[in-house]
């Protein structure tokens, strides 16, 4: 039998309809409620299972009580066991991270949850990378890439495993914005960390080509090229993520997979350096003797400003264009659906400044040249 | 609809074949030879006698014992389980070229003139062969431009192969091997350019197309080229049929930088008499003439892509090349090529591709050549059009313009309505006795297709084919399930998921692999 862990966050979804531009925060929830706002992730939910019940003799569905599952599992006549999570009427995130939790030690094969980055986020600092998750696309907000495309695609990728198709997992990033920042439309993007999602599936946040050789291994041969070119005497900061901790990797260095590192001759001097630290290194460095290497958030394309705001405008802007390189595999490239890389430092001028053509390392004394646009 | 392009009520065959080798009875034959009569014997004696002991096997090969009848039911039934070239309207197999072979050009290449031939035989005995390799040639200049061809090439990946060592010599030739060792090519260009150059110790850069026009970016493009760049590797129309007016700009580009550049003209069928690699300044080029030159393309082959050079690259070539002594009126093997890379093939090349090539050249002549092109460009336009009014398919890249000889569509916004995207169209165009393809690295383009007529598609088997595909659209949007359950009208109804095939574990490529790993079809061997 499938273990399939189900969490609804009912309140997801709800706030978008009425332009509230988000749902997190009692405030918020509430003033959506008074606006008359509807629950959005049940119907979303209930596609899936729906989807599912196909093949409903192989799973063991283990869900929350009422309307964090046991309610639209039977409203999709889909057998389930209900998991002891008590829950108040109106729930919280708090819910949905002890139900994350209480799943994952019941050892689900897969956890699929239904919201938005919020709930993303609430899961992920629950199970951390060990549980396989997917996310139901059902928020206001969806920057994660661990979200299936839709509903859909959702159930087609559990139906998958299901029926027991092999899929290396594969890190997805968890983002979320400052919703009151949004709400003043200004978007202020962060990167949380990361879920394993079920990698070489079509229909996961955005098109993901099958491939024989696996994301890790592609991202290793880039860590290897950028290793052959490094000069030892230069100053390389290293930006967020699993494509750049390739190359910490490499080295045998331990990196923050979140943080900004500095290296130099194969070191870091420096770990989870903030905008401060940035400045005082390229200032003790010189300009010209400094590279600050980054990778696009998968499936946004986003190089600057999103998940590595350590690296500000006041960063960014004492370095030239050319001092900036890129690490992607080109599983990521693809991911972009042609795509430029988008930039977001939060100085526009900058950001225009910044547009135009990037040197990408892609693979093994394999690269790109990649248009980044506003 | 006409009764012309009306679906077909079509079935495949069921046979449940067996493998031949589970056929086999040991002593049956498929010829039992006479005994020998004694007179024979006494003047002959022990013919094989002669031959050397470590020649000699010293057991007899495993090959299934069967009767001749019983062969030929096992491949003719075999034959009915698969959709082959000559039975399906197989259009969807963009990038492939799959054109009409003429019958009578198979029938040259299968001729006992030709098949009788030994590749060892002296040069004075097999004049014509070598004379049809000579003209064959002088064909290929005059529709190029280059001063000279190699035949030898077994492909279009080969003829790679054999342009990046040429590359790879004349950089080494002039001290130059640490200076330049880049090789740029576009991610839309043939796939193994990347491989190909890595393997001959050049570091790769790859052009992505510029989002809106679909060429490769110019500005990328201007940012790669240096003193690093050795060559430029590229096709013309890309996969996306989008034909790049600006070709020159970038080949005088890498000129100015010390470069060589190289046109892949694998699929050349929309610009045959119409423009040349010459007029781009090119100073390779490469024609599979298995795909534009009538041999099928794929496993009905075998492939032969032809390289050709300008002048100053003809010391390079591969041996041996096809030449003629006028003085004593005899074409030979040249193997005068004063830095050639050497021999890449044995004996002479793939001669039955060469023979087809020559007939089809032959038979359209010049003229011919130019309209093969141009309906092959009005064929895949008239598609186009159809297939952009089609609901959920869209055409990614250089909107409202035309295409040459190809379009890479896309499917995502139907798999996003409806849940069905490319693999379930795939399966069950099956049903109506037609194919889509399936290889669109890399997939820049979401749930792609790629769709190419040629010349040899009358108007009513394409609409035969529209008419399918606007059909599984319409049941895509009805009724999923149809798709998601197809193939209905096949012998196998189950097919793989693409993740087996990336499992080596599971692959048997051979019989003897097929017994050690798998006990029946498709079910792995229990673990010990």
């Not at chain 1, 706002?37 to 009422?66: W, Y």
């Not at chain 1, 705001?309 to 006041?314: F, P």
């Not at chain 2, 996969?239 to 892949?264: F, Q, R, W």
Request: net charge negative; charged share 25%.
């Amino acid at each position: 039998m499938f273990r399939l862990g189900l969490i609804i966050n009912p309140v997801a979804g709800m706030g978008g309809p009425l332009g509230l531009k988000g749902t997190d925060g009692e405030e918020i929830l509430e003033l959506a409620l008074k606006k008359g706002a509807l629950p959005q992730a049940p119907s979303r939910a209930a596609h899936v299972l729906k989807a599912l019940s196909q093949e409903k003799d192989k799973i063991c569905l283990l869900t929350c009580p009422g309307p964090m599952g046991a309610d639209t599992a039977i409203q999709c006549s889909m057998p389930f066991e209900t998991i002891p999570l008590k829950i108040n009427q109106k729930t919280s995130p708090e819910d949905t991270r002890r139900a994350a939790k209480m799943l994952q030690q019941r050892s689900v094969d897969l956890l699929l949850f239904v919201g938005g980055d919020g709930t993303a986020r609430d899961i992920g600092s629950a199970v951390g990378e060990r549980q396989l998750c997917l996310g139901v696309p059902a928020g206001v907000k969806m920057h994660s890439s661990v979200f299936a495309l839709s509903p859909h695609h959702a159930a087609e990728i559990a139906l998958g495993l299901i029926k027991g198709r092999r899929s290396q997992p594969r890190l997805a990033e968890i983002m979320d914005i400052d919703e009151e920042a949004f709400r003043a439309d200004q978007l202020r993007a962060r990167l949380f960390g990361y879920l394993p999602v079920p990698g070489s599936q079509r229909g996961l946040q955005l098109l993901k080509a099958g491939s024989s050789a696996s994301e890790k291994a592609k991202q290793q041969a880039s860590a290897a090229f950028f290793v052959e070119e490094m000069d030892p005497n230069r100053l390389y900061l290293i930006g967020p993520g699993t494509t750049t901790r390739a190359i910490l990797q490499a080295l045998g260095q331990e990196g923050t997979l979140l943080g900004v590192d500095a290296l130099r001759d194969g070191q870091i001097i420096g770990k989870d350096l903030n905008e401060k630290d940035c400045l005082a290194l390229l200032d003790q460095a010189g300009f010209e003797q400094a590279t600050i290497v980054v990778t696009p958030i998968g499936g946004q394309g986003f190089i600057l400003g999103r998940g590595n705001q350590q690296l500000s405008a006041e960063v960014v802007r004492r370095v030239s264009k050319k001092q900036i390189l890129v690490v992607a595999t080109p599983d990521k490239l693809q991911l972009l659906r042609g795509s430029p890389f988008r930039l977001d430092t939060g100085d526009p001028e900058l950001d225009r400044q910044l547009c135009g053509i990037y040197r990408v390392l892609t693979g093994y004394r394999e690269s790109a040249y990649y248009r980044a646009e506003l | 609809m006409s009764d012309k392009t009306k679906s077909r009520d079509f079935h495949q065959a069921r046979w449940n074949e067996p493998i031949i080798f589970d056929l086999s009875t040991p002593g049956e034959r498929g010829i039992l030879l006479p005994e020998m009569e004694p007179e024979i014997e006494t003047s002959a004696g022990d013919a094989l006698g002669e031959l050397p002991g470590d020649l000699k096997r010293s057991s007899p090969p495993g090959l299934p014992e069967m009767a001749q009848m019983r062969v030929l039911k096992h491949y003719l039934r075999l034959s009915q389980e698969n959709l082959g070239a000559d039975l399906n309207v197989d259009i969807g197999q963009g990038t492939c070229t799959m054109k009409y072979s003429p019958k009578i050009n198979e029938q040259f290449a299968a001729s006992p003139q030709l098949s009788g031939l030994h590749p060892v035989q002296d040069e004075n005995t097999v004049q014509g062969v070598l004379e049809i390799m000579y003209q064959l040639e002088q064909f290929l200049k005059a529709i190029s431009g280059m001063d000279r061809f190699s035949l030898q090439p077994g492909g279009g990946s080969h003829a790679i192969l054999a342009i990046v060592s040429m590359i790879r010599a004349w950089v080494d030739d002039r001290g130059l091997s640490d200076t330049k060792d880049e090789i740029i090519t576009t991610i839309f260009s043939h796939p193994s350019n990347c491989a190909v150059a890595r393997a001959k110790g050049f570091k790769v850069i790859n052009i992505y197309p510029d989002p809106k026009t679909g060429r490769p970016d110019l500005e990328a493009f201007k940012e790669a080229v240096s003193e690093r760049t050795a060559a430029l590797l590229i096709t013309n129309p890309e996969d996306t049929g989008i034909y790049n007016e600006n070709i020159k700009e970038l080949t005088d580009l890498v000129h100015a930088h010390g470069g060589l550049c190289s046109y892949d003209q694998a699929n050349a069928n929309g610009i045959l008499g119409i423009t040349r690699a010459v007029n781009a300044n090119f100073d390779f080029c490469f024609f599979n003439i298995h795909k534009t030159f009538s041999s099928p393309h794929g496993c009905g082959g075998p492939g032969c892509g032809v390289v050709g050079v300008k002048e100053h690259l003809i010391p390079y070539l591969p041996v041996p090349l096809t030449s003629f002594d006028e003085a004593n009126n005899r074409y030979y093997l040249d193997y005068d090529v004063p830095k050639t890379i050497g021999k890449i093939k044995d004996y002479y090349g793939v001669i039955p591709a060469m023979i087809r090539a020559y007939a089809w050249i032959r038979s359209l002549g010049a003229e011919g050549l130019l309209e093969a092109a141009r309906v092959a460009v009005l064929n895949n336009n008239y598609i186009l059009n159809r297939i952009r009014a089609m609901k959920g398919a869209e055409v990614p890249y250089a909107e409202g313009e035309h295409r040459i000889e190809q379009v890479r569509y896309s499917f995502q916004l139907l798999k996003e309505e409806t849940g069905c995207g490319f693999d379930e169209v795939q399966r069950r165009i099956c049903d109506f006795m037609c194919h889509l393809w399936s290889s669109h690295e890399p997939f820049v383009v979401p749930e792609p297709f790629t769709i190419e007529p040629t010349e040899s598609y009358s108007k009513q088997e394409i609409d035969e084919y529209l008419a399918a595909l606007e059909k599984i659209i319409e049941e895509a949007c009805a009724t999923p399930d149809v798709l998601k359950t197809a193939p209905h009208n096949s012998p196998i109804h189950h097919v793989a998921e693409h993740e087996y095939l990336d499992d080596p574990k599971l692959w048997a490529v051979t019989w003897r692999m097929y017994k050690n790993r798998f006990e029946g079809y498709f079910e792995p061997k229990k673990e010990q």
